[in-house]
């Protein structure tokens, strides 16, 4: 099996963000996140895992026009790359694994 | 209008982005997201924000340092910084006597100041782990009046403060008991039990990990057969089962269903309670007015200040009393404390000097650390001013002297998280030594960050200060005639001699006050209880009540057991007592005396109620004063009689014998009873204090009672007894449950304990400081003399005598250690009068501490100065001229 780039769940969770919103910028993947984990999201830790994202290929970026609402500062949109979409479906695959037939045990839960 | 988020945190945002496109992203939607909250609130919103840039900071600050160090950084500075890193590395190796003394010095100062100050901070200052703490509060009653510090009220008094006042959402009584628990197949043991009024989980808004709490009916008579288990107490007898809850457990003698598990780290009033169970409100305990034994603790209504509540509590008290009828005969003002302040107590105190002398030790290690760095930085003085002179900048001068130093102080701070942690195992496993909330003591943080900056700052500072000195003029003066004559030399000896002298006038303070510590802890130790310290072995014994349902049957019960134990070889006498000294105290309770009126404030007199056999007084071998003992004559039907104490004989019947006098325990259905014999008074509670209240002692036969402790005295060394008298308790019935077996001995070093342990806590933090303060004076002179070399090399060439040299040397010194002796006696007054509160029969001015510590350090200081004398004196005069 040729080695692969391992995501860790944040980066995970932002990727497959990516994904969903195909063309999105930073405020949106934010929301996005916040709303789909319940859990609050730091901008900073986003940037930081954009950026590995980027320097491992998975993502592209573009800046767009700066905004005035935005206090002039134009967005970031980001789009999955075809490397990035192969690594996602590799985590969901081994993560479907793991899982497989242990539903029953979450009933309860 | 527009909503923009906080200037400065924006700023910072800025700022810390390692690049434009990163920042210009992130910054956008920080703003965007900013606008869509704070539509909502701004306050929250700025938060948000703030919360944000300093999660991005962290992210971020790591990679911006390197893109600056990228840019700024030429290779060759990298290459010379890698280089000057290996020189402190290699420094380290060549001179590790050096490095060593430097890291263990910063290792010692840090660690004893981080750990003295995770457990002030776990144990004074982090609030109680409940929910609102700040608003619990417990009720005492204050018995000054009666003799007595303090004390918590009774069951009636409790439940008259519940109905009364308005200032509390919930009051809880509480009492703290040892019983035998019998569970299922489980044999019986003994364990902690909390006798609690339903409402107490509810009042510290604690709820049950599993199962219920208990219900208001539960402490009605009869109803109420419940228990609830700590966490610990459900793991280790029941494996975490669920379903212990249901389940029968015998505890006091009383089958009680099991109907709750508390969560982990629950424990009310102490740590190591087991098992709650209800409070029941019998008509005895309604009835016992004068039983101070409930603590109340109650949690005020949201917005209600401890001085409202002790407002109303003092309106209330004054309508109760004055109320006929409601006869409260032995009313004593209540007052209120935080719950905080009740659960740490004396402590609080304790902690602060604690850390007062881990302070010290810090001062001593800083002085040492900046002493020592500076000698050493000039001692190279003429290589760095050869080096300027040769071109080196300032700034590559101060690099390479930080990071010379940069090696040995990590090490040292690492060391000293090392020893932190060391300390704080030590005192994790002796929690059970009166250190309240000791399970709940970790490193803090806060402490660690801020001990590590002082140390490092003072370390590096001290280490490039060198660099920081003069300019051009230093280096000529520097290379042209070495320091002698320079100005700056004069100033920097001065400053040399004023470090060292500082820490040694802190080493007096430390060992002064440990002296003191240690003198009292002599004191206390030593002093006579009343009773005999040796020979004498006491035993507590759990009797089932249900076998000795009648009140004739624990007189025979007793009596049968004595008779077996005196018959024991090596037995000289055998009584029972209702409680042996040292073991769990008593507190007051009120009595009655015939023909006294109650006086006007409502306060009867008080004492501790003790229930004695014939034999008890010559096993302890309390001094009899006047008239006589319990004999066997004392019986059921006979007059009733009673001793009192020499304190209970002379506040009650001033100026005139006891005998005769009769008084009971406050209870109009109890005969009075006449006092036939006057005894010694004994250190029952405490070692440190007599119950100045007086006691009490009425004979066993008189006032039958189950709950009893044996006293023995044997001829010999009675450890050897312990087995015999457990098999003799076996013979007369075998479910009588013996426990707390322990000579006098024993029983005064468990209470002293805590003395011991803050004397020994001081002396290691006293010779920490002396220890430092030694090296410390040390290294100073030495390095003078090395200094003067030359000129003792003229002066022994020109003729002097070595003894005069040796002799001008160790004046110059120890004028020096003669002056901070002085200033350290003077602090060690000012620490004494504070400490005096620690002391037992010792003062802040101890002629011995003070002679055997300024002697010590007389001598450390006279041996420091007299070595570096002998090497200076044996100088080679032709070496020490050419050795420029």
Known sequence: ?109 | MSASPPRLPRQLLLWVLPDRRSRDGLVGDLDELYRDRAAYGRVAAGWWYSLQVLAAVLHFAPRRALTWGRRTARAEMWTAIGKDLGLGVRLLRRRPGFATVVAATLALGIGVNVAAFSVLRSVVLRPLPFPDADRLAVLRLSMDNAGYAEGPPSIPEYLTFRDELRSWQHLAAYRRVDATATGGEQHAERVSVAVVSPNLFQTLGVQPLHGRAFTADESQPGAGAVAVLSHAYWQSRYGADPSALGRDLIVAERARTIVGVMPAGFGFPDSDIEIWVPLGLTPQALAARGVHQYDVVGRLLPGVSLSDAEAELAAVTRRVAADPLFNFHDWHPAFLRPLRVQVVGDMSRALWLLLGAAGLVLAVACANVAGLMLVRSEDRGEELAIRTALGAGRGRLRRQLFLEAFPMTVIGALAGVAVALGCLEIVGSLAPLELPRAEEVSVDMVGLTLTVIITLGVATLFAVLPSLGPGEAGVHGTLGQGERHSSTARTRTRFRHLLVGSETAVAVVLLVSAGLLLQSYLRLSNVDPGYSRAQVITAALDVPDSRYPEAEDAVSLFQSLLERVRAVPGIQAAGGIRRAPLSTPIGPSSIEIEGRAVSADGAGPVAVIQVATPGYFEALGIRELEGRTFDAGDRGGAVPVAIVSESLARRHWPGQSALGGRLRVDDPDLPFAEVVGVVADVRQNRLDRLPDQGTLYLPHAQSPTLAMALTVRSTADPTGLVSVLREEVAAVDPSVAVHDVRTIAQAISDTTASARFAALLQLGFALLGLLLSAIGLYGVLAFTVTRRTREIGIRIALGAEPLDVRRSIVRQGMTLVATSLLVGSMGALIAGVLLERFLFGTTAVEPITYGVVLGTLLTVGLLACWMPARRASSIDPMRALGSD
């Open chain 1, 1 to 109: 099996m040729p080695e692969r780039a391992f995501l860790g769940e944040f980066e995970h969770f932002v990727l497959a963000t990516a994904l969903r919103l195909e063309r999105g910028y930073g405020a949106e993947l934010m929301r996005e996140l916040e709303e789909r984990t319940g859990r609050r999201v730091q901008g900073g830790a986003l940037y930081a895992t954009l950026d590995r994202l980027e320097s491992k290929g998975f993502i592209t970026s573009e800046m767009a026009a700066p905004a005035p609402e935005r206090g002039g500062r134009p967005k970031r949109f980001v789009r999955v790359t075809a490397e990035g979409l192969r690594a996602l479906a590799d985590h969901r695959e081994a993560l479907l694994r793991v899982w497989d037939g242990m539903e029953a045990r979450f009933e309860d839960a």
